[in-house]
């Protein structure tokens, strides 16, 4: 299936624990995001990258960091987890200004 | 500031009914507006994209319009199923960025 597939669904985890969430697209896509879905259910970008390379950095906490060690891949880790990252969390890509296709999302739970 | 406002924020209708969905918008510079369809725990799936010059755009029983004079968008839903029930969320494009601007939603029930 062509998609844009991201893991885990579920999360929970500790305060202060690291983790990673996974993405992989097979959409042939340039450009892959990474979104967060707050409680009151607004998304936001977070990072963009084009081609392994970071083109959109938000204000996001410096406790998250992208990697994307090729185009069809964009990882997200995060360090020293904190109660307000709480969140669904959505992958996405792209191809030109059309064409977006977002993951099913991370459930990230910090307890 | 970028920001897209939609209403209702929910809406309950009975099986088989028509309702529209409401969008502003004071975003720049504008690059087009689209129409998303999130079902529970998935992501959101694209219904429209409309660019400026577009005033109506279909897909099915989902009808998107744009004014881009007042900058208002609507989402019409035609004879509705129990499947519609979702959030629907509009989210407006900022030209040269690759940059999405997303609304909160409106979250549609539709009964039986």
């Known amino acids: 299936d062509t998609a844009v597939s991201q893991t885990p669904k579920y999360l929970v985890t500790q305060m202060g624990n690291d983790k990673s969430i996974k993405c992989e697209q097979n959409?042939?896509?340039?450009?892959m995001y990474w979104y967060k879905q707050d409680s009151k259910k607004f998304l936001k970008i977070m990072f963009s990258?084009?081609?392994?390379?970071?083109?959109i950095n938000e204000t996001v906490p410096n406790h998250f960091s992208p990697k994307s060690p090729d185009k069809a891949h964009l990882n997200l880790h995060i360090n020293s987890l904190e109660l307000g990252d709480s969140a669904v969390y959505f992958c996405a890509s792209s191809q030109g200004p059309d064409g977006y296709t977002f993951g099913s999302g991370t459930r990230l739970t910090v307890v | 500031k970028n920001q897209v406002e939609q209403s209702p924020q929910s809406l309950i209708i009975l099986e088989g009914k028509n309702c529209t969905l409401q969008?502003?918008?004071?975003?720049?510079?504008?690059?087009?507006l689209r129409w998303y369809k999130q079902d529970t725990g998935r992501g959101p799936v694209s219904l429209t994209i409309?660019?400026?010059?577009?005033n109506t755009k279909s897909n099915g029983r989902y009808t998107a319009t744009l004014d881009a004079d007042t900058k208002q968008s609507s989402l019409h839903i035609t004879a509705s199923q129990l499947s519609d029930s979702a959030s629907y969320i509009c989210v407006v494009s900022v030209q040269y960025g690759n940059k999405l601007v997303f609304g909160a939603g409106t979250i549609l029930r539709v009964k039986s």
């Open positions: 959409l042939g896509h340039d450009t």
């Open positions: 969008c502003n918008y004071t975003v720049s510079p504008f690059s087009n």
């Open positions: 409309m660019t400026f010059s577009e």
């Open positions: 990258y084009n081609n392994k390379e970071l083109i």
